[in-house]
């Protein structure tokens, strides 16, 4: 994978908190935007949060912008999402992606991660 998707993926409760990191083996420039999607069984992969690597502006999906927090550590080429008040609704594979421009449908992205499995329980 371009991207590894470590550690953060798992069960929780309704309520609870998870962080997810996606540590990138390529090179990431000033112009990236490293961004995280979900997949729910069944559904089409859609745009969870965004932040471009030099200036670090994010952008979210609106059901998560109060709750999730994108942020990345530029030393060990890794960005992570903080996912807090997780809801069932929250509960899909999460993927990191890294693309050259801003974008909220796959086709933005052209490095993705093998992704990362979180269950919320209510």
């Known amino acids: 994978a371009e991207c590894s998707c470590r550690v953060g993926g798992g069960l929780v409760q309704a309520g609870g908190s998870l962080r997810l990191s996606c540590a990138a083996s390529?090179?990431?420039?000033?112009?990236?935007?490293l961004g995280w999607f979900r997949q729910a069984p069944g559904k089409e992969r859609l745009f969870v949060a965004a932040?471009?690597?030099?200036?670090?502006?994010?952008y979210y999906e609106d059901s998560v912008r109060d709750r999730f927090t994108i942020s990345r550590n530029s030393a060990e080429n890794t960005v992570y999402l903080q996912m807090n008040n997780l809801k069932p609704d929250d509960a899909a594979v999460y993927y990191c992606?890294?693309?050259?421009?801003?974008?909220?449908?796959?086709?933005?992205?052209?490095?993705w991660g093998q992704g990362t499995l979180v269950t919320v329980s209510s």
């Open positions: 390529r090179r990431i420039y000033s112009s990236s935007v």
């Open positions: 992606a890294m693309g050259s421009q801003y974008g909220t449908t796959q086709d933005a992205y052209n490095y």
């Open positions: 932040i471009r690597w030099g200036t670090t502006r994010t």
